[in-house]
């Protein structure tokens, strides 16, 4: 059972165009943690949200988490091909040592 | 900020021989680390949940006995897989948390170690 529903899979834009990714869910989480991944390499975390409604920024990138904690947006403003990647939310039940739940990842391109 | 090492980051090995993964957290303390599988595209899989002095917990589907994994100390955490064969060849992941940090919810992941087995 996929607790974490992203969306889109895939998304192919061209460079200056806005996206905006999802993550959602019927099931509270504690925290949401949106996380970017190169080829080859492991997940680089990017923001973690824990507040319902919180909203943070990173440059170009706006983070959402709902009232009710259970999804979350990204969103990136004047996309740059350095922006490819896969984008993978990931969602905590817990403030201690429990397993993040993973949603299966945006794979974004972003074409000069 | 916290940093995980994994070793190696790519290994080919003969089918049924064993190749040990080994995580470390550098600069600091992990109770519990988690190890994680990815096939190409795919988002993370997670294996089992290793605990610092105590037994793995191994998530459904997952044998035991193929990858076995140990957690001797507060920062290192190891996976092997044993009898590997062409359909273990993936992409492994670890990750951590620090313990001493009630609330910092983000885990760090290591580099991960590309498994190829001929």
């Known amino acids: 059972t996929q607790l974490l529903e992203q969306s889109p899979q895939f998304l192919s834009i061209q460079e200056g165009e806005n996206l905006t990714v999802y993550c959602n869910s019927s099931?509270?989480?504690?925290?949401l943690q949106w996380y970017r991944q190169e080829p080859g390499e492991g997940p680089v975390l990017l923001v973690t949200?824990?507040?319902?409604?919180e909203v943070k920024k990173l440059k170009r990138l706006t983070f959402q988490f709902g009232d009710a904690r259970k999804d979350s947006s990204l969103h990136i403003t004047a996309a740059q091909p350095g922006d490819t990647g896969l984008y993978l939310c990931?969602?905590?039940?817990?403030?201690?040592?429990?397993?993040?739940?993973f949603g299966k990842g945006t794979r974004l391109s972003v074409i000069a | 900020g916290a940093v995980v090492s994994q070793h190696p980051s790519r290994v080919i090995c003969k089918s049924g021989t064993s190749v040990k993964i080994e995580c470390r957290s550098l600069?600091?303390?992990?109770?519990?680390m988690f190890w994680y599988r990815q096939f190409p595209k795919q988002s993370l899989m997670l294996m089992a949940t290793?605990?610092?002095?105590?037994?793995?917990?191994?998530e459904q589907g997952v044998e035991k006995d193929k990858f076995l994994i140990n957690h001797a100390s507060l920062t290192l955490s190891t996976l092997t897989v044993t009898s590997a064969h062409p359909e273990d060849s993936s992409f492994y992941i670890c990750?951590?948390?620090?313990?001493?940090?009630?609330?910092?919810?983000?885990?760090?992941f290591g580099s991960g170690t590309r498994l190829t087995v001929v």
């Open positions: 949200v824990v507040t319902g409604g």
């Open positions: 990750s951590a948390r620090d313990s001493g940090k009630v609330f910092d919810y983000g885990y760090t």
């Open positions: 099931s509270v989480f504690s925290s």
């Open positions: 290793s605990n610092e002095g105590s037994k793995a917990t191994y």
């Open positions: 990931a969602g905590g039940k817990g403030s201690g040592n429990t397993p993040l739940v």
């Open positions: 600069d600091f303390q992990a109770t519990t």
